[in-house]
């Protein structure tokens, strides 16, 4: 256990370190919000229509950035060589590597995107639903991002087949997400979505590590 969070502060300093990868990818979520109303061309309606699955869709292609190269650069420098050497469970490695860029990319992500959206006078109920949606979604996203980075790890060719065979494992997320993001968990209580999401982080919480952590393996073999 104390492996565990010493990796996530150690892997959280390094991004601190570097800091441009970091603040690329919140600065890509914070530009991409606040250019729709010049999309829409100020049309409030139909941006309110279509404001959360677009907030979805940008916060999926926000992590996706972040995630596709997460054990690259140690792979490359040899440091998860040492890490493998010193005993530390591959799937150690990997949940620290997708906590620690949750907290770096997807937590920041939630925390600004109620805020931003105050900028579209949407309903107060509505903000709370996309932060606790935001919330139980993003983790499943980034696990799911880092089980293909870790499959793609070392591959010259045919990293985008595997790519493209993990891409429909984000679409249930974006399509309960974006459906619990305009239901009424405060006044109508937790909603199915809510509940099918959690289910879903559950599952991916149980078996992405063991996944990740094997991909992972197979390159030391």
């Not at 959280?12 to 109303?37: G, H, M």
């Not at 940008?58 to 992590?63: A, D, G, K, V």
């Not at 935001?134 to 696990?143: E, F, Q, R, V």
């Not at 065979?165 to 109508?188: D, K, R």
Request: hydrophobic content about 55%.
């Amino acid at each position: 256990m104390l492996d565990f969070f010493n990796l996530i502060i150690s892997d959280i300093k390094i991004s601190l370190r570097k800091k441009n990868e970091s603040i690329i990818s919140i600065l890509f979520f914070i530009f991409s919000v606040l250019i729709l109303p010049i999309i829409f061309q100020g049309d409030q309606n139909i941006l309110k229509k279509f404001l959360i699955g677009i907030i979805w869709f940008i916060t999926l292609l926000t992590i996706i950035f972040s995630v596709e190269k997460l054990f690259e650069n140690d792979y490359e420098d040899g440091m998860l060589d040492q890490i493998y050497i010193s005993g530390i469970p591959m799937e150690t490695i990997f949940l620290s590597k997708s906590l620690s860029i949750w907290i770096i990319t997807c937590l920041p992500i939630i925390i600004l995107s109620p805020l931003l959206l105050l900028l579209f006078n949407l309903e107060t109920d509505k903000l709370i639903n996309i932060f606790v949606s935001l919330l139980i979604g993003t983790p499943i996203l980034c696990l799911i991002g880092a089980v293909t980075s870790a499959l793609v790890l070392g591959f010259n060719k045919g990293s985008s087949v595997i790519s493209l065979i993990t891409l429909p494992l984000y679409i249930p997320v974006l399509i309960f997400g974006i459906e619990a993001s305009n239901s009424g968990i405060i006044f109508n209580g937790i909603g199915q979505e809510f509940k099918i999401l959690i289910g879903y982080l559950l599952i991916v919480i149980a078996i992405s590590p063991w996944i990740g952590g094997l991909a992972l393996k197979l390159k030391y073999r």
